[in-house]
């Protein structure tokens, strides 16, 4: 059985046993509900073994949100999915492209902007985008100069 299914078994044993005691269950049931939900969190959830399933879901929902133009809907589903592993290079790509595209592009540039041995060109090809949008075009120059430096770049798209 999965997270979902036991904590919801155990806030309905809640409340039942608050109806059964004749207390205020909406009281009961609120700060149980808190307890269960705590000791839950304190475990670490089995999160590894369906992350790349939820990683290709998100990047779908994404990336479908981002071509029917709900920038704002791609934007709130981009950062759960970056939230959900912040080390991802393609969740980091993703959320940036959607913040560009909502117009956030000081956001984008500070998600991407990231110490020069950790970016890859994804984050170089995004870099120049997002310098592009604000008119610092040496800036986006040399982010794309550096992208054709990396022997395995692969362009993500049209500039």
């Not at 205020?24 to 000791?39: D, K, M, P, Q």
């Not at 399933?53 to 479908?64: A, H, P, T």
């Not at 998600?111 to 060109?121: E, G, K, T």
């Not at 040496?138 to 100069?145: F, S």
Request: with cysteine; hydrophobic share 45%; proline share 4%.
């Amino acid at each position: 059985m999965h997270w979902g299914g036991w904590f919801e078994i155990a806030l309905d044993i809640l409340i039942l046993v608050s109806a059964t005691i004749g207390l205020c269950s909406r009281l009961i049931t609120g700060r149980a509900a808190n307890l269960v939900l705590f000791s839950f969190m304190q475990q670490e959830p089995p999160l590894i073994s369906f992350l790349p399933q939820l990683s290709q879901r998100f990047q779908s929902l994404v990336w479908s949100c981002l071509d029917s133009d709900l920038t704002k809907t791609a934007v709130f589903h981009a950062e759960r999915y970056y939230a959900l592993d912040q080390r991802n290079h393609d969740s980091r790509h993703i959320y940036a492209t959607a913040l560009l595209r909502e117009g956030q592009i000081h956001s984008a540039l500070t998600l991407v902007n990231i110490s020069p041995d950790l970016q890859c060109s994804g984050c170089l090809e995004i870099k120049a985008r997002c310098c592009t949008a604000l008119g610092r075009h040496r800036q986006a120059r040399e982010a794309l100069e550096a992208t054709l430096r990396d022997p395995a770049y692969i362009p993500i798209g049209p500039f």
